[in-house]
């Protein structure tokens, strides 16, 4: 018999209670329904609304479930509708009379959005955990690399030199950003609204802020009506999900592109990788191509969510209970992503002989050259254009820049000079880049130093 059935003549068909049924994804929120049982129970007894006996009982009740939920001695029929119905079940099962008592002043309407709002903070606070990690491990990296000359590029074309370690930093300040926006999320589902119960509060006395307090939440919800219908936290953490999904793709396209022969700037560690049924030759960056495909289905949960709730009216409705799968995959799959890249990126290894090499090739420092002859009195515009004859003339030759005789610099212009050649040196063309913010290794060891300090507001606490 259902906990509601008391105005129904009939039992739900077979049909409804599969299809209404939230238990089979829900049943992951024990832990969070039973806490916040815990606390409800405690704040119950603490106002005089049931009796010590009966907290007490309700207590060692629940702490008894969670213990058996734990070791896997609990099942989850579709009969119990969803997690909260079940805990309740088995709770009046073990203790009687005192567990009717405990959804005193309480609805399932703010008991889920409780337990989300707790589950909600919780992985908000685990991808904070695993970006740390990640970021930690870009800085590392671009120490480690500072000094290294590889091509950057613009459409994909060689464009000017850059280091490894000015490249690293670069998705560094992207998961920084991430970090930011999963605390911006983590504040959102700061608040406690346990007590807004169905939709319009209740008439008994409940102290939410001793709940909140309890609950480990910074602040009580405002507005019942709210409280029960809100779900920007959880949009707010898939919002994120779906960014960090991004730059984690951005990242793994350019592996992909890098670890091919045609690059060949990283090679990916055996443990990370993939060979072919057919040909033998193949190793294949599946890790890398895995997290490009599943930032779509990321962008598919957010999508679901907003969708579900653009037209829901005030206050609660069972079109929210799409909530759950969506947030449920959104963050597992961002955190497995996480964890599998960072291992994945502290494996591979990066060529840096053979970026060096091709920064000498495709003509990188034509900014440079053109840069050389505005410091000699050239102006820009005049540059520009001498600069792009001697590229057609090279690429006509089949040269660099750098292969190019004096005299053939000076066919196009009389301002070059001998020092031309050390003005075209990649290392030369990354030192001379030294503003806040730019590629010189003394300016990316100062973005390395001032990273290390935003990323300690999130590290683990001492």
Known sequence: ?????????????????????????????YREDIEGSLAHAAMLKKQGIISEDDEKAIREGLLGILRDMEEG??????????????VEELLTERVGEPGKRLHTGRSRNDQVALDMHLYAKRTAEEAIRRL???????????????????????????????????????????????????????????????????LAATTYPLDRPFVAEQLGFSRISMNSLDGVSNRDFLLDAMSASAICMMHLSRFCEELILYSSQEFAFVSMDDTYSTGSSMMPQKKNPDVAELIRGKTGRVYGDL?????????????YNKDMQEDKEAYFDSMDTLLHCLEIFTAMLGSLTFRTDVMRRKANLGFSNATDCADYL??????????????GQLVSH???EGKALNDLSLEAFRQYSASFENDIYDALAPEVCVRLR??????????????????REALAKYGPKM
Not at 1 to 13: A, D, I, Q
Not at 162 to 172: D, K, N, P, Q, R
Not at 434 to 451: C, D, L, S
Request: glycine share 8%; charged share 20%.
């Open 1 to 29: 018999m259902k906990l509601w059935s008391g105005r129904f003549s009939k039992n739900t068909s077979h049909l409804m209670d599969d299809f209404h049924s939230s238990i089979g994804f829900d049943q992951r929120l």
């Open 73 to 86: 001695r609990i099942d989850f029929p579709p009969e119990s509708e969803d997690i909260h119905m079940r």
């Open 132 to 198: 740390y990690g990640l970021a930690s491990l870009l800085l590392d990296l671009a120490e480690k690399h500072l000094n290294d000359i590889m091509p950057g590029y613009t459409h994909l074309q060689q464009a000017q030199p850059i280091t490894l370690g000015h490249y690293l930093t670069a998705y560094f300040q992207m998961f920084l950003r991430d970090m930011k926006r999963f605390a911006q999320a983590e504040d959102a589902a700061d608040e406690m609204v346990l007590g807004s119960g169905a």
């Open 303 to 315: 999508t679901a969510l907003l969708t579900v709730m653009k037209g829901i009216p005030l206050a």
């Open 374 to 387: 505005v410091r000699h009195g050239v102006p820009f515009r005049d540059a520009h254009r001498i600069v």
């Open 394 to 396: 090279c690429m006509a």
């Open 434 to 451: 030294n503003i806040p913010g730019g590629p010189a290794p003394e300016q990316v060891m100062a973005t390395i130093r001032v990273g």
